[in-house]
């Protein structure tokens, strides 16, 4: 791999890495969610994003190399702004890491970053879910 593909794959790792120790929800953005949606509708719509994500996470096992993320530039995008107003806060870290290094090229085991969102969304929904229930009480 040359000096530019490692430099890009490292980004991307240390960028991946840091998210992963923050904590996996905001609790404050939480119960202002449930706050204004209600618990049901708030659970429901995490839901639904469980299965975008999904669906961005088969498509994600697909690629080869970071460039090839340009097609799936505003389905990142989408999902990033979707975590955040969740407050799923580790997972947005993650898919905005993705977001942002679209552009550069570089080899990443995109099968092990697919496994890492589908684990960390399955995390995020329970997680949400027992803070939406603690909100709405």
């Excluded at 593909?5 to 609790?27: G, K, R």
């Excluded at 890492?116 to 027992?130: C, D, H, T, W």
């Amino acid at each position: 791999m040359d000096p530019k593909h490692q430099a890009a794959h490292a980004t991307l790792e240390a960028a991946i890495a840091e998210a992963t120790h923050l904590p996996v929800l905001d609790a404050l953005v939480v119960a202002q969610f449930v706050e204004l949606l209600g618990e049901k509708r708030a659970v429901f719509l995490v839901s639904e994003f469980t299965s975008e994500i999904e669906a961005l996470s088969t498509r994600l096992e697909n690629v080869l190399h970071l460039n090839e993320l340009t097609p799936m530039r505003s389905d990142l995008h989408q999902a990033s702004g979707a975590a955040a107003t969740f407050g799923l806060r580790r997972l947005r870290a993650i898919v905005l890491a993705l977001e942002q290094n679209f552009h550069s090229r570089g080899a990443v085991c995109f099968v092990e970053l697919a496994a890492l969102l589908r684990g960390l969304m399955q995390i995020s929904s329970v997680e949400f879910r027992a803070a939406a229930s603690n909100s709405a009480n």
